[in-house]
């Protein structure tokens, strides 16, 4: 006979898909696959474990959230789900976000210099809001430019501009 609220039967439970889902989403975006988590984790992080924790099968106690998110270098709540109806209207009421740039963290990440590191900074606090940490381009909206322009000492209208002239736009290649 189940019990109804078995901390050990977390299948039936629905916030434990999402930390699942979550733990994923996380693992992907720094691509990564289960066998390179346990290979790179020293087998601290069993690909077969990692891989129940992810569909929901099994629950992650807090000390090892805690030490796969140090895994992951991200902070610890950016391994729980967050509300998907604030990420949506987040959006949603963003007018600005008609107008997206591109930057290419891994150029910014090999110019040094006070205005470059500040921008660097700004958009890693931007990736920690937006839990995006695929780590090669952040697709900056129409209200973080206003911060940007203040970095750049440009004029708000030349953002695109300064950061293309800066090589920092992320272009795909063969594009």
């Known amino acids: 006979m189940m019990r109804e609220f078995d901390d050990d039967n977390v299948s039936s439970s629905p916030y434990s898909r999402k930390v699942g889902e979550r733990l994923r989403v996380i693992r992907r975006q720094k691509r990564l696959s289960l066998q390179d988590v346990e290979a790179t984790s020293r087998d601290e992080f069993k690909a077969s474990v990692l891989g129940a924790y992810e569909r929901g099968?099994?629950?992650?106690?807090?000390?090892r959230l805690e030490r796969l998110a140090?895994?992951?270098?991200?902070?610890v709540d950016q391994l729980l789900p967050r509300d998907e109806q604030n990420v949506a209207a987040e959006s949603a009421n963003d007018p600005a976000n008609a107008r997206k740039l591109a930057v290419d963290l891994v150029k910014l990440s090999q110019l040094s210099g006070q205005p470059f590191e500040m921008l660097a900074r700004f958009l890693r606090m931007i990736q920690v809001q937006r839990q995006d940490f695929n780590g090669k381009v952040l697709t900056v909206r129409g209200d973080d430019t206003r911060a940007i322009a203040a970095m750049l000492d440009v004029p708000v209208d030349q953002v695109g501009q300064r950061l293309d002239a800066l090589d920092l736009l992320f272009r795909p290649a063969g594009g």
Do not use: T
């Open 70 to 75: 140090s895994f992951y270098n991200v902070p």
């Open 57 to 63: 099968e099994r629950a992650i106690s807090v000390p």
